[in-house]
Nanobody, 123 residues
Framework: QVQLVESGGGLVQAGGSLRLSCAAS????????MGWFRQAPGKEREFVTA????????YYADSVKGRFTISRDNAKNTVYLQMNSLKPEDTAVYYC????????????????WGQGTLVTVSA
């Protein structure tokens, strides 16, 4: 089992940037695919992005493609989400998650979730 802790959320103006981090412990980090999801107020949790165990393969939701970048540092057991050109509609609690493969991440078949970090984008 892997434990996940997110950090880096906060308040930012539209057009600004934030970088989220997710520190993992427990199960060997390099053996799990990672992803980010988000849940806006009154909405269901949605997939944002996923990254393979090696970091070579990445996937993005259309709504964030070209603005968000996922990366991972297996030596530091950490996955990152760089968010640029933020919009008010990006406001949400962001969760990192782990699964056996990026297909499982994208299918919401997850082994572990973090507690979430709030991102608020003001207009």
């Amino acid at each position: 089992q892997v434990q996940l802790v997110e950090s880096g959320g906060g308040l930012v103006q539209a057009g600004g940037s934030l970088r989220l981090s997710c520190a993992a412990s427990g199960r060997t980090f390099s053996s799990v695919a990672m992803g980010w999801f988000r849940q806006a107020p009154g909405k269901e949790r949605e997939f944002v992005t996923a990254i393979s165990t090696s970091g070579v393969l990445t996937y993005y939701a259309d709504s964030v493609k070209g603005r968000f970048t996922i990366s991972r540092d297996n030596a530091k057991n950490t996955v990152y989400l760089q968010m640029n050109s933020l919009k008010p509609e990006d406001t949400a609690v962001y969760y990192c998650a782990a699964a056996g493969s990026t297909r499982l991440v994208r299918s919401n078949a997850l082994d572990a979730w973090g507690q979430g970090t709030l991102v608020t984008v003001s207009a």
